[in-house]
Nanobody
Framework: QVQLVESGGGLVQAGGSLRLSCAASGRTFSTYVMGWFRQAPGNEREFVAGISRSGGSTYYTDSVKGRFTISRDNAENTVYLQMNSLKPEDTAIYYC?????????????????WGQGTQVTVSS
């Protein structure tokens, strides 16, 4: 399995921006579909964004479309989540995850490798 380490979280005012990074170990990063999930206190872990192996296809949950952008650099074994126009309801722990499934899925159970998470707090 691939090892994942997130960074870039923090405290930001509403309307601000953050860029999350997820560094992956190993030489097979390009064989994984990558995703970002988040979990707020008392809530289930939810899908935020995903990206195909080549980076040619991206997927977003409706609440972040037009505000968040997922990207990847296979040469650097890194996936990013650029978050703009942040809202207080975006506050959560954000997790990076990797999947070996052929078809993209937003189901967390279909992602076999997870990072430790990074806290994002948006103040109003």
């Amino acid at each position: 399995q691939v090892q994942l380490v997130e960074s870039g979280g923090g405290l930001v005012q509403a309307g601000g921006s953050l860029r999350l990074s997820c560094a992956a170990s190993g030489r097979t990063f390009s064989t994984y579909v990558m995703g970002w999930f988040r979990q707020a206190p008392g809530n289930e872990r939810e899908f935020v964004a995903g990206i195909s192996r080549s980076g040619g296809s991206t997927y977003y949950t409706d609440s972040v479309k037009g505000r968040f952008t997922i990207s990847r650099d296979n040469a650097e074994n890194t996936v990013y989540l650029q978050m703009n126009s942040l809202k207080p309801e975006d506050t959560a722990i954000y997790y990076c995850a990797a999947s070996t499934r052929l078809l993209f899925s937003t189901n967390p159970a279909h992602f076999g490798s997870w990072g430790q998470g990074t806290q994002v707090t948006v103040s109003s």
